[in-house]
């Protein structure tokens, strides 16, 4: 089992930036899995921000250039820089991990989810 725990959420003004973190721990190979940022907003469909795997980052359309997944395997953890904040970035924001797996965009990829972390942009 995995257990991921996400922090760094909080409310932001638009044009801002947060940092959010995803602790792994348990029977986990860290540095081999496949890791992903995924988000819901409200009464909205769990959507793709992105993800890291073999080397590889991947993105959303609208978050490239704006946010930057990178992990610390030493530290266990993934983290998602976000830059240039907007209203439609409002969201809770899950960690998500998996083996291996070559479909990254995929909710159903994934064996293990955080419990998500609130991001609030405001104007």
């Known amino acids: 089992q995995v257990q991921l725990v996400e922090s760094g959420g909080e409310t932001v003004q638009a044009g801002g930036s947060l940092r959010l973190s995803c602790a792994a721990s348990g029977r986990t190979s860290f540095g081999s899995y496949t890791m992903a940022w995924f988000r819901q907003g409200p009464e909205e469909e769990r959507e793709f921000v992105g993800a890291i795997s073999s080397g590889s980052t991947y993105y959303e359309d609208s978050v490239k250039g704006r946010f930057t997944i990178s992990r610390d395997n030493a530290k266990n953890t993934l983290y998602l820089q976000m830059n240039s904040l907007t209203p439609e970035d409002t969201a809770v924001y899950y960690c998500?991990?998996?083996?291996?797996?070559?479909?990254?965009?995929?909710?159903?990829?994934?064996?293990?989810w955080g419990q998500g972390t609130q991001v609030t942009v405001s104007t």
């Open positions: 998500a991990a998996v083996g291996i797996t070559s479909r990254v965009r995929w909710t159903t990829e994934y064996d293990y």
